[in-house]
């Protein structure tokens, strides 16, 4: 979980109220933190640091000293900072007087976005330049995914000229003197020599053209998102006007972020001016963007959603005023559902949160809001006697069978990467899920199916001693538009053999005695499945339904795996039988 570490004179300042650390660690909970480590108390105030441990990677917008004391503020029924002033919205661009930056069409294949706005009114010092810096690394390590899908940079904005460029340039015929330098160096040599070259250097290094931000001027101010120049990008405390900018290849995460930096500076005290980007493409928030720009939907729940989930019976006032102390802006109608009266919450996300999904946020934001100390420890009324659900009932049976049939049981993750489960398995993405702001590729998708984790297991098991016979029973989640949720999860069955005699008999062989003393008539019938070789496969169908399929895996898909032995696959939807 992320760490921060907040200058205790600035953090107070901005809450507002002194607290001592006992009761500080109270009033953390609101912003789902914790005192990770108390300052030495023997240095001056403006000298201590207090460490805190925030245990929610939702919320981006508290890893900063400004977004915790924010939280606490208005949680404690401080008023928030009105934001409108600087934020765009959807037909309503704000005026940038000059202020744009142009994106060259070639980095739509290298890093195609950019973000940035300029903060001015009052000289930075050194515990609000800590904090800027803080909340740059937090932002791209945790959120940016080490910097690969959103960097942030930092720079004089009084020694800018626009309009910006954030263009792609040749590496080895490109030079500028970068941070921590004296003599300039090509953008090449700064991926092989500099520091944070050697840290970041593997986003760029297979690109044969990076890119590079340089004002009108062609005074280069950074190669994103590496490392900024010696000159435009080198903030000192004292300076008074700021440009950042962000880059990365996901528009929203760009923006939220850029939303939640601005926003700490007007809580501040800064002005906060919009900057027009302008890229030759389509963004998914238009081709000329400007930030900060306000773009999250409104979410929805109603009275007696909140009060039944949360076993409380509070009042429309109730309800609001928890929802207001989180930051949020609420608006409410009534209603009537199956001739009942209720009340409807139309609930607008301050411009730094972007964590409502589901009307069960709303419902988590009530129950923060109002405090959690205020819900007493219930005792349950009712006795109830614990049981195997029917399908862990089949599933152990399943277990046991396989076991007898030679196989050996495994378990896996089920979240893996673009590769693993579409690209190897030749499929279609369009039903596999996908998570919105995965930690990483390499968990990026959600499996759709078991046989792909079979094959990988089965790729690293060519020094074993052949026939393999493997099986996992475990969960798999698809797209789905007859759920409520617009996914299904299911249970599922999965074998793969593999061996120099593995054939289609060899898999309907094992189906057939697996299912015989599940004691499940069943049919076969052709099928058309891209990760079995076609005619040697088939489906297999239970009083008319298909409930699994089994046959010869595919060669294409065996050498996607580098897989050099014949496989025979199946799976079978348990919770079908």
């Not at 008074?240 to 290849?249: A, F, Q, Y």
């Not at 238009?286 to 930030?291: N, Q």
């Not at 699994?548 to 799976?571: K, M, R």
């Amino acid at each position: 979980m992320p760490k921060i570490e907040v200058n205790e004179t600035l953090f107070f300042n901005l809450l507002e109220k002194t607290y001592d650390y006992g009761t500080l660690e109270k009033k953390l909970t609101c912003a789902k933190a914790e005192l990770d480590e108390k300052p030495d108390e023997t240095l001056p105030a403006d000298k201590r640091v207090i460490k805190i441990e925030l245990n929610d990677t939702n919320r981006p917008d508290l890893w900063s000293t400004n977004g915790v004391a924010r939280q606490l503020r208005l949680h404690d029924g401080g008023k928030t900072v009105d934001y409108s002033r600087f934020l765009s919205r959807p037909g309503n661009i704000k005026d940038c007087k000059g202020r744009i930056a142009v994106v060259d069409p070639e980095l739509k294949d290298i890093r195609p976005y950019m973000v940035a706005f300029v903060i001015s009114g009052k000289p930075i010092d050194e515990p609000m330049l800590l904090d800027i810096i803080q909340t740059q690394e937090k932002l791209a390590w945790n959120f940016g995914r080490k910097r690969k899908s959103i960097s942030m940079g930092v720079y004089r904005a009084a020694q800018i000229q626009f309009p910006v460029r954030y263009h792609a340039v040749d590496p080895d015929k490109t030079s500028f003197v970068p941070l921590q330098c004296t003599e300039p160096m090509t953008c090449r040599q700064i991926l092989s020599d500099h520091p944070k070259g050697k840290e970041y250097g593997w986003i760029l290094k297979d690109m044969k053209r990076f890119p590079l931000l340089s004002d009108a001027k062609g005074e280069a101010m950074s190669m994103a998102p590496i490392i900024n120049s010696a000159t435009l990008g080198a903030v000192q405390v004292g300076d008074s006007g700021l440009m950042v900018e962000l880059t990365g290849d996901n528009m929203e995460n760009l923006m939220l972020s850029a939303n939640i930096v601005a926003c700490d500076f007007a809580d501040c005290g800064y002005e906060i001016e919009p900057v027009m980007v302008r890229h030759p493409y389509e963004t998914g928030l238009g081709k000329d963007v400007v930030a900060p720009f306000y773009f999250q939907p409104t979410t929805r729940t109603t009275l007696s959603r909140i009060n039944k989930l949360l076993g409380v019976h509070f009042s429309e006032d109730e309800a609001r005023g928890a929802l207001l102390r989180m930051g949020s802006t609420v608006e409410t109608r009534s209603i009537s559902a199956d001739g009942t009266d209720d009340v409807e919450f139309v609930l607008s996300p301050a411009p730094y949160r972007n964590d409502f999904l589901h009307e069960v946020d709303i419902i988590e934001d009530v129950m923060i809001g109002a405090g959690l100390e205020n819900f007493a420890p219930e005792q349950p009324s009712d006795f109830t006697i614990g049981r195997l659900l029917p399908i862990t009932e089949l599933s152990r049976k399943a277990k046991t069978l396989m076991v007898g049939l030679g196989y050996q049981e495994m378990i896996f993750n089920y979240v893996g990467s673009r590769r693993d489960y579409i690209e190897n398995m030749n499929i279609d993405a369009a039903g596999v899920i996908e998570i919105a702001n995965p930690m990483s590729e390499n968990y990026q998708f959600i499996r759709p199916e078991i046989i792909s984790s079979l094959l990988r297991a089965e790729s690293k098991s060519a020094g074993a001693m052949y026939p393999h016979k493997i099986f996992e029973i475990g969960k798999v989640a698809y797209l789905c538009q007859e759920e409520n949720t617009g996914t299904r999860t299911r249970q599922n069955l999965g074998f793969l053999t593999a061996a120099a005699n593995a054939n289609f008999n060899m898999a309907a062989g094992d189906v057939s005695s697996l299912l015989y003393f599940l004691d499940l008539a069943y049919e076969v019938a052709e099928n058309d499945d891209p990760r079995f070789i076609p005619g040697r496969q088939a489906a297999i169908l239970a009083g008319g339904k298909k409930i699994g399929v089994f046959g010869e895996v595919h060669p294409q898909i065996l050498e996607n795996w580098s897989i050099s032995v014949p496989c025979v696959a199946g799976e079978i939807d348990l919770e079908e039988i």
